[in-house]
């Protein structure tokens, strides 16, 4: 179409008011399936409308309010603000028993902190899976200790204050001991012939500073 | 239409108009639906609100309808003549005077309900088209063209008491299988107990010393032990020259690896 | 939940500020294409809040907008301004063409419901292909309403949330000419005076408190 003939159409089909453009343009954000450039929304709206500035104006119109004008790429969409994306979630929260690989090696790490793997897998005999250990690490019942500084570096475990509030425990110190868990009637038969495995014989050194480790960071 | 079939029509005295209506109305039967339909269609060329419909009217209208779609040969389905049988009965008892003795609904009672039909049918007819000639979804106003669906979030939480704690721990603590720990590492030498055992030697190894003797007296006879402690040894080994305590050499591949103090 | 727990934990947890609230209930109605219920959004905000009243406000702020805040049934939902239609033809989706006695069919349920497959079949004067009634409820824009209570228990149909969405209808009540086709004594189903041609009227007349039903479940 030449110049002259755009002129003549523009002088016959006068533009319609901004508000009205504002209104249009709304409408075609609203209800496009993708962003719209402005060249699209100019294509669509009737001859003379200036969406540019429609835009504008309905961009500010959308300050602070639920949804935004945003602009992807070279067009421009309607989005939820940013602040309230979480009402677009339905949460459901889901109560499950730990496993009890899980609640065995919590309890290692809580008797034995700071514990490498190697150590947790010697104690249980079995090996630890990464899944384990990442779940209580997300639950954020334990957490990294300090390297050991043994050959290797391993990374040791120990447990998370989240740990003692959900146990109701002052500190891991409070854990009932081996003694008192057989009085208790939970460690039922004899204590292995000749010694007495557990945290107080051969980790008593490493329990006090591990316990102190918990509360540094 | 064939020539013989037109014919039937000739000896009637008809205007043009009226035939062609005639005409529409066989040629469409198939598509009317149902008698009530054609009743009602009928009813429209009486011109009047349909409560004031002459049913009289409507039902001979009706009947000479039939019968000339009968002339015509043409397939009537069952309900056609079923509606044409009721229509002739109740023809005949809106013209014959009432019988008192005779049970059942009078004429005007039937004719009234027919009119009842007819006018509510025209009328739901009315409101499909007012409801299709409304604004549309889809059509006339849009919904929002990039929906955000709520995610469902589903948060599994894990939880144990303290007794589970203890139990669990008890129930490792008295395993049947249960040996100490320390016990386990009977025909393993760890790294750190290499790396000591090294530690305390290399001092003593100026020169150039094969790693196999250091592993501990006795390991070497037992295969078990003495794979475990070689690769022990050979781990606190590179440990060892990582910290520049010591330096490694070996002469060509599968030849004895050596070691010695490094240089002050 | 009984009032005295429920003012109890008013207390306890603040609801946001008005403008929040609408804020809220903007993201929420602007993020679904479907109509949304105050009871979903109630269950999406924070502990509280009160949509309906945002809603109110909402509804004031997007009048003569390019995109509106409709009722629909007891659901809100943002459709863009009727007038604006015409910039929408990319948009628009080609609905399968209804034949005449679909059109019908969905008419008379609309206006009779709840109605038995009989009570239709006595209004159009012939019987109702299972097709037409199958492609109206694959529409979703009929369903299965409640069971007549009369021998033989017929299923009665009703129309939908869907259907008012599609025609811009708050209720079934706001269907056109609804009032006076009911003063006028068209949406009673009245029995027929002995014998009459067509399908047999098997059930009583329960129009009157079907168009409440529709709001009821």
Chains 1, 3 share one sequence.
Do not use: C
Request: aromatic fraction near 6%.
């Amino acid at each position: 179409m030449s110049e002259t003939e755009l002129d003549q159409e523009e002088s016959l089909f006068e533009a319609p008011p901004m508000g009205e453009q504002e209104r249009m343009v709304e409408a075609i954000l609203f209800a496009s399936a993708e962003p719209v450039s402005v060249a699209d929304m100019e294509a669509r709206m009737p001859h003379g409308s200036d969406p540019a500035e429609a835009l504008v104006h309905l961009r500010k119109r959308y300050e602070g309010r639920g949804v935004n004008l945003v602009r992807v790429g070279d067009a421009w969409a309607i989005r939820t603000a940013t602040d309230l994306g979480y009402l677009m979630q339905k949460e459901t929260v889901e109560t499950r028993k730990l496993s009890r690989a899980a609640i065995e090696t919590l309890a290692i790490i809580a008797y034995h902190q700071p514990v490498t793997r190697a150590e947790i897998e010697e104690i249980r005999g079995v090996s630890v899976s990464r899944g384990t250990i990442d779940q209580l690490i997300e639950m954020e019942w334990i957490r990294f200790g300090r390297r050991r500084m043994t050959p290797g570096r391993p990374v040791t475990f120990v447990v998370t204050p989240d740990f003692l509030d959900h146990f109701g425990l002052e500190s891991a110190r409070d854990l009932p001991g081996l003694k008192e868990l057989r009085s208790a009637g939970l460690l039922e038969s004899r204590p292995p012939p000749g010694m007495m495995p557990g945290p107080e014989l051969e980790e008593e050194d490493e329990t006090g500073e591990g316990q102190s480790e918990l509360f540094e960071d | 239409m064939a020539e013989e079939q037109q014919d039937a029509f000739e000896p009637d005295v008809m205007s043009v108009s009226e035939r062609m209506a005639a005409e529409a109305l066989i040629v469409d039967v198939d598509g009317f639906e149902g008698p009530l339909d054609l009743l009602l269609t009928l009813s429209r060329t009486q011109k009047v609100d349909l409560r004031k419909i002459s049913v009289l009217q409507l039902a001979e209208q009706y009947l000479q309808f039939v019968d000339r779609a009968r002339k015509l040969r043409l397939e009537l389905a069952a309900d056609y003549l079923v509606m044409a049988a009721w229509l002739a009965f109740l023809k005949s008892r809106l013209l014959l005077p009432p019988d008192p003795t005779e049970e059942g609904p009078s004429g005007e009672e039937l004719a009234a309900h027919l009119a009842f039909q007819l006018e509510r049918l025209q009328a739901m007819r009315d409101s499909a088209a007012k409801l299709m000639a409304r604004d549309q979804l889809g059509r006339d106003f849009f919904a929002r063209g990039i929906p955000e669906d709520v995610t469902r979030v589903r948060r599994v939480t894990y939880t144990a008491t303290l007794l589970d704690l203890m139990q669990g721990y008890a129930r490792i603590r008295t395993k049947d299988e249960f040996r100490p720990f320390v016990m386990d590492r009977e025909a393993i030498l760890t790294m750190e107990q290499a790396l000591e055992r090294m530690r305390g030697l290399i001092g003593f190894a100026g020169d150039w010393t094969d790693l196999t003797s250091y592993l501990p007296e006795g390991w070497e006879m037992d295969p078990k032990k003495r794979r475990s402690a070689t690769a022990a040894s050979f781990a606190a080994s590179l440990e060892l020259a990582k910290a520049g305590a010591i330096e490694i050499r070996q002469g060509e591949t599968f030849a004895p690896i050596q070691i010695r103090r490094k240089p002050e």
